[in-house]
């Protein structure tokens, strides 16, 4: 059974730090690019940094230079460090699990984020 599993989410104040971490069992780790999204009240889903297998990366605009994503293939989990919070990051992040040769696809049940002072 495939499972991810996000924490490190809730309220944070502008400018904070925090560290979302997704947990991973049932996939071959190594084997699957890892994203990270998130949905704002009221807009659709939005990819906010992505990884692949190999190590390569690529950040939405919104976040680049703000936001790190790394993984741990000791660990089989992917991190997003976040950095200099805006109210507009605002939102639920979800974790996903990409295979697209084999076209497989997984999704946590994503975490809350909320900034606000």
């Known amino acids: 059974q495939v499972q991810l599993v996000e924490s490190g989410g809730g309220l944070v104040q502008p400018g904070g730090s925090p560290r979302l971490s997704c947990a991973t069992a049932?996939?071959?780790?190594?084997?699957?690019?890892m994203g990270w999204y998130r949905q704002a009240p009221g807009k659709q889903r939005e990819l906010v940094a992505r990884?692949?297998?190999?190590?390569?990366?690529i950040y939405a605009d919104s976040v680049k230079g703000r936001f790190t994503i790394s993984r741990d293939g000791t660990k089989n989990t992917v991190y997003l460090q976040m950095d200099s919070l805006k109210p507009e990051d605002t939102g639920v992040y979800s974790c996903n699990a990409d295979h697209r040769l084999i076209e497989r696809s997984y999704w946590g049940q994503g975490t809350q984020v909320t900034v606000s002072s």
């Open positions: 049932g996939i071959i780790f190594s084997w699957y690019a």
């Open positions: 990884i692949t297998s190999g190590g390569s990366t």
